[in-house]
């Protein structure tokens, strides 16, 4: 019974990983951008040499504000897309699965922790509407989880 824990923990973690990480790998992120690589030294302290900094300074800063707008409907995309795949996840492991007992509780767990992480991914961001939507989504899909797995098939 204890290593048919360890493999259904295993597998579930293997299935959030392999969704994370190949939505990482097909969805790129936007990237941090970088800092100018000529910072203009201050010990002359001339007038010219100070403004030049202060206009890449405030170049640098619009453009990190740039980047956390997009970071934030990227959140939100890679939230949705995340959802959705962790329902369908779910959905296998309730239907098709469902005769296969270990790898179905695997999968099930899986798309628990997928759901999780996209969870995370919607509360980063920075909606309040879209991170209850999400919530919500969650907490629908937690209570059908346990109505088909614990309640539905003790009836059968």
């Not at 403004?51 to 619009?62: A, G, L, T």
């Not at 699965?97 to 961001?125: D, E, P, Q």
């Amino acid at each position: 019974m204890f290593i048919k824990s360890i493999y259904n923990i295993f597998l579930a973690l293997l299935i959030a990983l392999f969704v994370g990480f190949g939505i990482d790998s097909f969805y790129i992120s936007p990237k941090y951008p970088e800092y100018p690589n000529k910072p203009i030294s201050f010990e002359s302290e001339k007038e010219e040499d100070i403004q030049k900094q202060m206009e890449i300074n405030q170049e640098f800063e619009e453009k990190s504000k740039e980047y956390r707008e997009e970071l934030k409907q990227y959140n939100k995309n890679v939230s949705i897309i995340v959802i959705g795949i962790s329902i369908v996840i779910l959905v296998l492991s309730l239907t098709l699965l469902s005769k296969i007992h270990i790898i179905a509780n695997g999968v099930l767990l899986g798309g628990v922790f997928t759901t999780v992480y996209g969870l995370i991914r919607g509360i980063m961001s920075d909606s309040s509407v879209f991170r209850f939507i999400i919530i919500t989504i969650g907490l629908v899909i937690t209570l059908v989880i346990g109505y088909i797995k614990f309640i539905k098939s003790r009836k059968n």
